[in-house]
């Protein structure tokens, strides 16, 4: 397996794992903004990281190989 | 008067969209790709809008609120950023091999790339059928929610069979004229007004209710409401099992077509970039809002909800079920945005709700035009109706299944309890997650047989009707069945295609060239 492939795959792996963030479980603070509990403001955030990672993806693992549909049968 | 003139106007423009789309089709002699897949040309900002409008639904807006208004902030958790993550991700590594199979091959659906991929017939079928049956609640759902809005927004001035019937007269009629091309312009308007409404909302109450700190404070100052804004009553468990739940979106028929629509590949580019975003976006300000709407305890409205809740927490095991489920309906909070809105905001803000809410509630056109896709190519055209009375016959008979479904699908909605349906869609994305597994399956082992893929077929539909009927049913460990369910639907795959001959070489080689 290729460095990248191993790279994007523990990156990917990392952000799921990111997803149970178990440590603001049971707090609401610091309010960020002054308003938004930490853990809602922590899975605003993943959204974020969520689109950096499909930006990584779609600009470094692209299947262009897929690109060519020249076989139609039909 | 208002909102409802808002409304009606709304619909209108969308009927005129789906028209439209239909005079701008141009003569093809591929006139069955041109209705069913918009002749696979859908550029890419209404590719954008309208997949993610596809897969909104009046839960989006309403039922988020609603959820975190009882919950408190773990619905975002729960369904947004799992599904921000999730979602992306599946269109990325399965939904461009999809695009690229289809243009390759001439798929229409998903049944074609499995009967082709695993050189079977029947079990297609089985496959199709299964697929169907997940897809017919949500349709009887959208009726029913098209009827149920227009009477709230009218005040009661539209009756429910009403409202029903003229949602689900205007949804048909640009199913039936725009197909493909008419439903995704229609739904990428939807998203603008979906993603338009949130933002506003959230200002115009924001201001209204005098900040939003001094809410969330008045929110954490007192002991019942103070967990709303933690996850201290929620299991890990729980929350973990959510994260399958946005596996099932590619599985479902209307967003697997949908993969197919596409000009090119490079659009689902800049779709899976701006998908996280777009559930930020929406998701974010209705969670919120559903939150603090817990601070307006001088609303009466939102007062008697309160107490209703609370009289549900104290309720002791004796308390009749009918006078529980009175309280629970009374503590529900899916029109806790509504109640802000009519609060804080003037009336064409209201109106322009009602019409995000109208958008919210017609998501059930692409699933219409899928399962009258799905049944025109996996049946009447697999089974010999496009060879005997030709292409243009294939066409017309999904338009006329468009009518029939829509049809059905309204009488039932007037018959039926709704709770039948709302639980039948809670069942069925565990069933849509667990056929995801054939997907992965087709796409990325080689060594998939069809024997495997009906093993799936066979325990999920096995596994819903048995989770529906059985309360606590695979509940495993405290995890929700749909990880069970998913996990199982893998080993079954591995274990029985290996146990079974795989597909020709050349089929297989056709799957996996690079």
């Known amino acids: ?74 | 008067m208002i909102p409802a003139v808002l409304v009606f106007t709304y619909l209108a423009v969308v009927l005129y969209i789906g028209i439209f789309a239909f005079r701008h089709t141009r003569p093809t002699d591929r006139e069955a790709e041109d209705y069913f897949l918009a002749g696979r040309a859908l550029g890419p900002v209404v590719f954008l809008l309208s997949l993610f409008g596809t897969n909104m639904t009046a839960f989006t807006i309403l039922g988020s609120a609603g959820h975190a208004f009882a919950n408190g902030v773990v619905t975002f958790g729960l369904m947004a950023s799992a599904s921000a993550f999730v979602i992306p991700l599946t269109l990325f590594f399965v939904g461009t091999r999809l695009w690229a199979l289809g243009r390759r091959h001439g798929f229409m659906t998903s049944v074609q790339m499995f009967r082709d991929r695993w050189e079977c017939s029947h079990i297609g079928t089985v496959i199709f059928a299964v697929q169907a049956a997940l897809l017919v609640p949500y349709i009887i759902i959208g009726v029913m929610g098209g009827g149920t809005a227009l009477r709230a927004i009218t005040g009661g001035f539209v009756p429910f069979w009403l409202g029903g019937a003229v949602v689900a007269l205007v949804v048909m009629s640009y199913v039936f004229f725009g197909g493909m091309r008419g439903t995704a312009w229609v739904n990428a308007f939807q998203t603008v007004l979906f993603l338009s409404f949130g933002a506003i909302a959230l200002i115009v109450i924001g201001r209204g209710m005098g900040g939003f700190p001094s809410a969330i404070q008045s929110l954490l100052d007192s002991p019942t409401t103070a967990p709303l804004l933690t996850r201290e009553r929620f299991s890990t468990l729980t929350f973990f099992s959510y994260t399958f739940i946005p596996l099932s979106t590619i599985a479902f028929p209307h967003i697997t077509i949908f993969c197919l629509t596409a000009r090119r590949m490079s659009q689902f580019r800049r779709t899976v970039i701006f998908y996280p975003l777009c559930i930020l976006a929406i998701w974010l300000p209705c969670v919120f809002l559903g939150v603090a709407a817990n601070s307006m305890q001088d609303v009466p409205r939102i007062a008697q909800k309160l107490e209703a809740r609370q009289a549900l927490a104290v309720a002791t095991p004796a308390m009749p079920a009918e006078e529980r489920a009175s309280l629970r309906r009374q503590a529900a909070g899916d029109d806790v945005v509504p109640i802000m809105l009519e609060q804080y905001a003037p009336l064409w803000l209201a109106g322009l709700l009602g019409a995000g809410i109208m958008a919210a509630v017609m998501a059930s056109d692409s699933q219409i035009l899928a399962l009258s896709t799905m049944f025109t190519e996996d049946v009447f055209a697999f089974y010999g109706g496009k060879a005997r009375f030709g292409e243009h016959v294939q066409v017309q008979t999904g338009r006329l299944f468009v009518v029939l479904l829509t049809l059905v699908a309204y009488v039932v909605a007037l018959r039926a309890p709704q709770g039948i349906f709302d639980l039948a869609v809670q069942y069925a994305f565990s069933g849509y997650a667990s056929l995801s597994v054939l997907f992965l399956g087709a796409l990325f082992w080689k060594r998939s047989t069809k024997w495997g893929a009906l093993a799936v077929a066979v325990w999920t539909a096995a596994a819903v009707i048995y989770t529906a009927t059985i309360p606590g049913a695979l509940a495993w460990f405290g995890l929700l069945p749909v990880v069970p369910m998913t996990l199982i639907s893998c080993v079954l795959l591995f274990v029985v295609s290996l146990m079974t001959r795989p597909p020709a070489e050349e089929t297989v080689a056709r799957y996996f060239a690079r």
């Open chain 1, 1 to 74: 397996m290729q460095p990248k492939t191993v790279l994007l795959t523990l990156a990917i792996a990392a952000l799921y794992v990111l997803h149970q963030d178990v440590g603001f479980w049971r707090t609401a603070h610091p309010l960020v903004f002054g308003f938004l509990p930490v853990a809602l403001a922590y899975h605003a955030a993943y959204c974020v990281a969520a689109a950096v990672l499909m930006w990584v993806l779609t600009r470094v693992a692209w299947p262009h190989h897929l690109d060519d549909t020249r076989e139609r049968r039909h």
